[in-house]
């Protein structure tokens, strides 16, 4: 079983930068696909970006497609979400999730995760 700890959210301005870091205990991310889900007021949680066990496939979700940039350090047994170009519609809870399934398309998907962090609120102002 592992445990996940996001840190790194916080209020920034419209355009501004933050880097979520989601801690991993218990086992090693190296043997997990890794994903970050965001979910706003009143809105159903959705997929943010995903990174398979080797980091060797990634996948984004549309509205963030090259403005976030994730990745893993396994040394530190922590995956990173580095948001640039935020704007309002990124305000939301972010949740990163571990999963045994280690790599696909399927990553992209709420339902393929096992383990949740209890998330950190980004809010960006206009």
């Known amino acids: 079983q592992v445990q996940l700890v996001e840190s790194g959210g916080g209020l920034v301005q419209a355009g501004g930068s933050l880097r979520l870091s989601c801690a991993a205990s218990g086992r090693t991310v190296s043997n997990y696909g890794m994903g970050w889900f965001r979910q706003a007021p009143e809105k159903e949680r959705e997929f943010v970006a995903a990174i398979s066990w080797r980091a060797t496939t990634i996948y984004y979700s549309d509205s963030v497609r090259g403005r976030f940039t994730i990745s893993k350090n396994n040394a530190k047994n922590t995956v990173y979400l580095q948001m640039n170009s935020l704007t309002p519609e990124d305000t939301a809870v972010y949740y990163c999730?571990?999963?045994?399934?280690?790599?696909?398309?399927?990553?992209?998907?709420?339902?393929?995760?096992?383990?949740w962090g209890q998330g950190t609120q980004v809010t960006v102002s206009s």
């Open positions: 999730a571990a999963t045994t399934v280690l790599t696909g398309p399927i990553l992209m998907n709420s339902g393929t995760y096992h383990y």
